[in-house]
């Protein structure tokens, strides 16, 4: 069963330095999502992507993220200065295209466990 | 606002018993909802959705959940509990315009004992 892969499983990074995490959707899915759980607390939508485009995104999204589709199967999120509250683990998540927008059932990747020091 | 509530951080049940996870949802417009089973080292495995039609839906592993509409409820159920069972289990919910994200619960930790 095709999954959604995501590399590195864990990082960990010196504050104010910059992160990328890397995610490998399913194939033939064209939207594309990162959500973040802070250790104990609930899993947080960060942004959506489509037909290389933010389609939507959440407050904490802010200037220091940014995501990218570098090529044809992987999909990049981008902290550029990290802090110390940056460190949770990041879910990628995808969904395939239907004639309406997106397929209701978001599927996810294993996520990769970011600590700041 | 969209918001889901999972009221019980930890359920415990016997094996061969039945279990219930509860959530409660909020939500404008008809509701997606959906559960998701998070095992340890594991990423969200997606269990099961309601977006129209029958109140009862089946899903993965023996799994099932009851909407239900006057209550704002999304309950997960499972008639006999197994040990492999035992997982952290979230509630979501997305809209049905406007947005596609995903809006989850706090999680229960479901802890099956043999």
């Known amino acids: 069963e095709p999954e959604v892969t995501q590399t590195p499983s864990h990082q960990v990074t010196q504050m104010g330095q910059e992160v990328i995490l890397r995610c490998v959707p399913i194939s033939n899915h064209l939207y594309f999502y990162w959500y973040r759980q802070i250790l104990g607390q609930k899993v947080e939508f960060l942004v959506s992507?489509?037909?290389?485009?933010?389609?939507?995104k959440s407050e904490i999204f802010d200037d220091q993220f940014s995501v990218e589709r570098p090529d044809g199967s992987n999909f990049t999120l981008k902290i550029r200065s990290t802090k110390l509250e940056d460190s949770a683990m990041y879910f990628c998540?995808?969904?395939?295209?239907?004639?309406?927008?997106?397929?209701?059932?978001?599927?996810f990747g294993p996520g990769t466990r970011l600590l700041v020091l | 606002a969209q918001s889901v509530a999972q009221p019980e951080d930890q359920v415990n049940v016997a094996e061969g018993n039945p279990l219930t996870v509860k959530c409660t949802y909020s939500?404008?417009?008809?509701?997606?909802l959906f559960w998701y089973v998070q095992y340890p080292n594991r990423g969200l495995q997606f269990l099961l959705k309601y977006i129209t039609g029958d109140n009862l839906v089946k899903g993965s592993y023996g799994f099932e959940a009851e909407f239900n509409k006057s209550q704002t409820s999304f309950h997960l159920k499972k008639p006999s509990a197994l040990v492999s069972d035992s997982a952290l289990y979230f509630c979501a919910v997305r809209g049905s315009s406007g947005t596609y994200k995903y809006i989850f619960g706090t999680g229960t930790r479901l802890k099956v004992l043999a």
């Open positions: 939500v404008s417009g008809n509701p997606y």
């Open positions: 992507f489509y037909n290389n485009e933010i389609s939507e």
């Open positions: 998540a995808s969904s395939e295209r239907t004639s309406g927008g997106p397929q209701e059932t978001q599927y």
